[in-house]
């Protein structure tokens, strides 16, 4: 690595460079073309035996496993084998309940515009909360859109098209027509931009709903995750106009914001009164972050609003720390000991022999904010490290339970009743979780463990806030990325017993997932055993299928974080938005901070803090490479690793990558040679082997043969040394769609794959933003109706392809313009009313890559378009004249494509269309000459020019060539035809004025009656 001072040059360097060396494209993903739309595409229906016509096959268990087919789809395992839940990789368990939490999304957010239902049944699609929905668990739909999008759950168009319509319908809602105070519910859209919490299927008010801000900020961050998902298109300018319609301070008082306002005709602000102020730790990060974010101070908060939450001291949240130590009583239930630091002063460190952390109560507190942004290795100016403060929550939300269970609290050791003897026999390792849901004494409680100084510790009290043991089951699910393993057992545990039909938990896991909560002891002062709560609520899904795909993939952390409203929140509140790791992976001692290898080039730990390992009988060493490539600003240089294997296939090197987060980038880059020119390695990377407490988690390694994406085609050795090295490109989503999990990595590796082995040189290893530019759209067909253009194509396979450009040249070929603006997500496209006639079109596909890749062109399409001719009117329309008078017929023909398109033009006056015997003029424009037919319609007479001195006619009617005019303008070509009628032409009857046109192309007007003449 050459030394600089600029970072940013240096991954300049590689982006540009790497664009003009590698063409290489994305791996292709699922087709995800769904003709029965069950949620399954076609192409796995077929490949497992199942009808891609027939909706029903979704829902049927064909193994036994009390998994549907659609399930099975989510969670990656065979659907015609039973599937234990204790054989699934942790992967699939996790995938199949964020399918399930995609499905709840799906199913309860119905047309026109996609609200989503505040609860419903968690296994009966039927049964939900009517036209009562939740405009947080909307915000929480488009997430779940977005991953299912990417994974290929659901169709893109279909995706796209739910969030599109829903976006419309809120900007249209925050119109000031729907800012009223006083009207009715169904009228009442918003108030200073801000949608109501509570809303029915068109968005209004429902009856007494309040504002909430987080509500809305919640949906406001489920659209701007979405936005940069589908980034260029209507949805990203929807989304950033219903931010930017929000008035942001408007509840604001100078220090903190109210929770919400509602209307009261006694309330003093605005025709209602304001809510409770949001001057506590809980889910508002995220609503800060969206307040503070704005450019325009007039709809934005200060930055102070952040600092006013240390009320003075030097630390957030002063006062919300619950300090825990290692004693056997109530107050300490939830001590863990060795946990990671919320902040770093004295007094405030975790240890074996104390524990503080941000305690808030319910974990919903800890997990809505954490799922657009992404606080790993980031704190706030107060250095609050937020991440390590939920992973404190989550934590000592569980051991809360299994001692609660294991002190049998709160018990009566004598009685008789074994649930007054043990309270909590519901709570253990593996079942756990107290959180905002269904208790069994009311429809919604918040639930939380009791655990701060000033708490009442009495029995009943802390049976009151857990529901003696109530489980709240979608709780560890938000958690997934602050405890993995202890989610990955709970989830395992409960998805085991209730496949084996156990007493008690037969029917916790339904369509949507896990019902909200259990009991099955005696619930809080209840008479009865057991408590099982079927109605679900949206806002558990969200942190269910949010945490989930951050904690495999990152996928919404890399959306949102991407945002320039959440980034500037952030970095209001003093965060750090940027990289927070190191991306290149260098074995020099010379690079700029932070790719610099700490101890000096060639030596062990790298610049990602990692050792280098052998495995089977290859080698690892570094090797003195000198610079091969000393113009450049980058690339192999100095230090360099030596990876052999002797003789067995399997064997090689791997580096220690430290659980390096690789989410947030999209392609792996090195450097390599071979020594001899005929090696064959592969490439590998493998995902995390424990959590941060050294739980071990389930590893998966992903290799790729390296052959495949080597420019061209194999390791070779040509000649000098500085064509020895190659660069090589791969997209990272080739590891992640084979169940990689990005969002840690443990190594990478290279293995040679070839008998007799050989050696290869590693260098300069990076992770890079999305170089790879889509395929060419393929399939580019076009249909005609009339002055209209339809073309269409088929869709790109590539999961990360957003929509699509349309090209159109009129110069035949000579130049091509865009023609939209805004992408275009369906494989269709109409052009309406192009100018001219003949038109080339071509189509490119979009990535949301930033900056965004675009494809080589489809092929091009030749497109011919014609506009038929119309006859106008005739001037006059109706009269009589005398015979060998003259008479001025004014006519106009029109052609769409320009009035020098017209071939010729008619004037028939006869009692029919028959051309013997009459007045039959024509004009051709081509040729600007003026004709009469003979008396027998057998031939044109004269052929003279306008204005000349000519008259033509027949036995029956003449006409003055030298008083016919003729003019042009836009489309229309008139013509003032000066006719003399002879005696002959006399009758009794009126005669019909007929009209007639014809194109250059063929197309014609045919004879019109336009009106009627008499001669006498």
């Given at each position: 690595m050459k030394k600089t001072d600029n970072n940013f040059l240096i991954l300049a360097f590689v982006v540009i460079l790497s664009l003009a060396m590698f063409t290489q494209t994305d791996a292709l993903a699922y087709d995800d073309i769904d003709a029965d739309g069950d949620l399954m595409p076609d192409q796995w229906e077929a490949g497992n035996g199942f009808n891609p016509d027939d909706p029903a096959d979704a829902e049927i268990d064909s193994d036994g496993d009390r998994l549907t087919t659609r399930d099975e789809f989510f969670c990656g395992t065979n659907p015609r084998l039973y599937t234990a839940a204790n054989s699934m990789t942790e992967g699939q368990l996790l995938n199949l309940f964020a399918g399930k939490a995609f499905l709840y999304f799906w199913e309860q957010s119905r047309p026109y515009y996609y609200f989503t239902a505040d609860?419903?049944?968690?296994?009966?699609?039927?049964?939900?909360?009517?036209?009562?929905?939740?405009?947080?668990?909307?915000?929480?739909?488009?997430?779940?859109?977005?991953?299912?999008?990417?994974?290929?759950?659901?169709?893109?168009?279909?995706?796209?098209?739910?969030?599109?319509?829903?976006?419309?319908?809120?900007?249209?809602?925050?119109?000031?027509?729907?800012?009223?105070?006083?009207?009715?519910?169904?009228?009442?859209?918003?108030?200073?931009?801000?949608?109501?919490?509570?809303?029915?299927?068109?968005?209004?008010?429902?009856?007494?709903?309040?504002?909430?801000?987080?509500?809305?900020?919640?949906?406001?961050?489920?659209?701007?995750?979405?936005?940069?998902?589908?980034?260029?298109?209507?949805?990203?300018?929807l989304a950033r106009q219903l931010y930017l319609n929000t008035d942001w301070n408007w509840l604001y008082n100078g220090t903190f914001l109210y929770q919400g306002w509602i209307e009261d005709s006694a309330g003093a602000f605005e025709g209602g009164r304001t809510l409770d102020l949001w001057n506590r730790y809980s889910e508002l990060m995220i609503l800060l972050f969206l307040s503070m974010g704005n450019g325009d101070t007039s709809m934005a908060i200060p930055s102070s609003a952040w600092d006013a939450l240390t009320y003075g001291t030097s630390r957030m949240f002063p006062y919300e720390y619950a300090h825990l130590f290692p004693v056997e009583d109530p107050r300490n239930f939830a001590f863990v000991p060795n946990m990671p630091n919320t902040i770093q002063e004295s007094g405030y460190r975790n240890s074996a022999a104390e524990f503080h952390y941000i305690h808030a109560g319910s974990l919903h507190n800890h997990q809505y904010s954490h799922l657009f942004a992404d606080f790993r290795a980031r704190r706030d100016r107060w250095q609050t490290d937020f991440f390590a403060n939920s992973i404190s929550a989550s934590m000592a939300n569980r051991q809360y339970c299994i001692n609660l269970n294991s002190h049998a609290f709160g018990g009566d050791p004598s009685s008789p009743d074994q649930t007054l003897r043990q309270p909590?026999?519901?709570?253990?390792?593996?079942?756990?979780?107290?959180?905002?849901?269904?208790?069994?004494?009311?429809?919604?409680?918040?639930?939380?463990?009791?655990?701060?100084?000033?708490?009442?510790?009495?029995?009943?009290?802390?049976?009151?806030?857990?529901?003696?043991?109530?489980?709240?089951?979608?709780?560890?699910?938000?958690?997934?990325?602050?405890?993995?393993?202890?989610?990955?057992?709970?989830?395992?545990n409960m998805l085991t017993r209730f496949q084996a039909n156990e007493s008690g938990y037969d029917a916790l896991v339904g369509r949507y997932g896990f019902m909200n909560s259990f009991n099955l002891g005696r619930p809080y002062n209840a008479p009865q055993i057991g408590h099982f709560a079927a109605y679900i609520i949206g806002l558990d899904m969200g942190p269910a299928a949010g945490s989930i795909e951050n904690y495999t993939r990152g996928l919404i952390w890399k959306m949102a974080m991407r945002n320039q409203f959440i980034q500037a929140g952030m970095r209001n509140a003093g965060f750090n938005t940027g990289a927070v790791e190191p991306f290149i992976l260098n074995f020099d001692d010379n690079p700029p901070s932070p790719h610099e290898d700490p101890n000096g080039g060639g030596i062990d730990p790298?610049?990602?803090?990692?050792?280098?390992?052998?495995?089977?009988?290859?080698?690892?060493?570094?090797?003195?490479?000198?610079?091969?490539?000393?113009?450049?600003?980058?690339?192999?240089?100095?230090?360099?690793?030596?990876?052999?294997?002797?003789?067995?296939?399997?064997?090689?090197?791997?580096?220690?990558?430290?659980?390096?987060?690789?989410?947030?980038?999209?392609?792996?880059?090195?450097?390599?040679?071979?020594?001899?020119?005929?090696?064959?390695?592969?490439?590998?990377?493998?995902?995390?082997?424990?959590?941060?407490?050294?739980?071990?988690?389930?590893?998966?390694?992903?290799?790729?043969?390296?052959?495949?994406?080597?420019?061209?085609?194999?390791?070779?050795?040509?000649?000098?040394?500085?064509?020895?090295?190659?660069?090589?490109?791969?997209?990272?989503?080739?590891?992640?769609?084979?169940?990689?999990?990005?969002?840690?990595?443990?190594?990478?590796?290279?293995?040679?794959?070839?008998?007799?082995?050989?050696?290869?040189?590693?260098?300069?290893?990076?992770?890079?933003?999305?170089?790879?530019?889509?395929?060419?759209?393929?399939?580019?067909?076009?249909?005609?109706?009339?002055?209209?253009?339809?073309?269409?194509?088929?869709?790109?396979?590539?999961?990360?392809?957003?929509?699509?450009?349309?090209?159109?040249?009129?110069?035949?070929?000579?130049?091509?313009?865009?023609?939209n603006t805004l992408l275009i997500v369906p494989t269709v496209y109409t052009d309406t009313n192009p100018p001219g006639r003949r038109h080339l079109y071509r189509v490119t596909a979009v990535d949301n890559a930033q900056p965004a890749n675009e494809s080589d062109p489809s092929d091009t399409i030749s497109v011919f378009i014609n506009n038929a001719p119309l006859v106008g009117a005739i001037i006059p329309s109706s009269g009589s004249s005398r015979a060998k008078k003259a008479v001025n017929f004014t006519a106009t023909y029109t052609d769409a494509d320009g009035w020098q398109d017209i071939q010729y033009v008619n004037l028939l006056i006869n009692t029919s269309t028959s051309g013997s015997r009459c007045f039959y003029g024509y004009y051709n424009q081509n040729t600007n000459k003026l004709y009469i037919r003979n008396n027998a319609n057998t031939a044109w007479l004269g052929g003279y020019a306008p204005g000349s001195n000519n008259v033509i006619g027949n036995s029956y009617a003449k006409l003055n060539c030298a008083s016919t005019t003729i003019s042009g303008s836009g489309n229309t070509l008139t013509v003032n035809w000066n006719v003399v009628f002879k005696p002959t032409f006399i009758g009794a009857k009126k005669k019909n004025m007929y009209l007639y046109v014809k194109d250059d192309y063929g197309a014609y007007n045919d004879w019109t009656l336009k009106g009627t003449w008499a001669v006498t």
């Open positions: 609860k419903a049944n968690y296994n009966n699609p039927a049964d939900y909360s009517g036209n009562f929905n939740s405009i947080a668990t909307t915000g929480f739909s488009m997430i779940a859109y977005v991953a299912a999008d990417d994974r290929g759950w659901v169709n893109h168009s279909a995706a796209y098209e739910r969030i599109r319509a829903l976006l419309s319908r809120a900007v249209q809602l925050q119109r000031s027509t729907y800012d009223k105070v006083g009207s009715p519910p169904n009228q009442q859209g918003n108030r200073h931009g801000y949608l109501y919490h509570f809303v029915d299927d068109y968005g209004f008010r429902y009856p007494d709903s309040e504002i909430s801000t987080i509500d809305h900020a919640l949906f406001v961050a489920g659209a701007l995750a979405a936005a940069e998902y589908y980034k260029g298109t209507e949805v990203e300018q909590y026999e519901t709570y253990g390792p593996n079942s756990w979780g107290i959180m905002a849901g269904t208790p069994s004494y009311t429809g919604y409680a918040v639930l939380q463990p009791i655990v701060m100084s000033w708490d009442d510790f009495s029995p009943n009290n802390i049976a009151l806030n857990n529901d003696s043991g109530t489980v709240l089951l979608s709780a560890p699910l938000g958690s997934t990325p602050f405890t993995p393993r202890q989610t990955i057992d709970f989830t395992r790298n610049s990602f803090g990692g050792n280098s390992y052998q495995f089977g009988d290859g080698a690892i060493s570094y090797a003195w490479i000198d610079d091969p490539f000393p113009t450049l600003p980058y690339g192999p240089q100095q230090w360099a690793q030596r990876i052999s294997a002797s003789d067995n296939i399997d064997s090689g090197g791997f580096i220690i990558l430290k659980n390096h987060d690789l989410s947030r980038w999209d392609t792996l880059s090195f450097w390599i040679k071979g020594e001899t020119g005929t090696e064959e390695y592969s490439v590998g990377l493998k995902d995390s082997v424990a959590d941060p407490f050294g739980n071990p988690l389930e590893a998966t390694e992903i290799k790729l043969p390296i052959a495949k994406y080597y420019p061209v085609g194999a390791i070779t050795t040509r000649g000098v040394i500085t064509s020895q090295w190659t660069g090589v490109r791969i997209p990272l989503r080739d590891f992640a769609e084979k169940g990689m999990r990005l969002t840690a990595a443990d190594n990478i590796s290279f293995t040679n794959t070839k008998p007799g082995g050989g050696a290869i040189y590693i260098d300069d290893i990076a992770f890079l933003g999305d170089e790879f530019k889509p395929s060419a759209p393929q399939g580019l067909l076009e249909t005609i109706s009339g002055n209209s253009i339809t073309l269409s194509w088929d869709a790109n396979s590539e999961a990360d392809v957003v929509g699509y450009r349309i090209y159109r040249s009129d110069d035949q070929g000579a130049t091509f313009i865009p023609l």
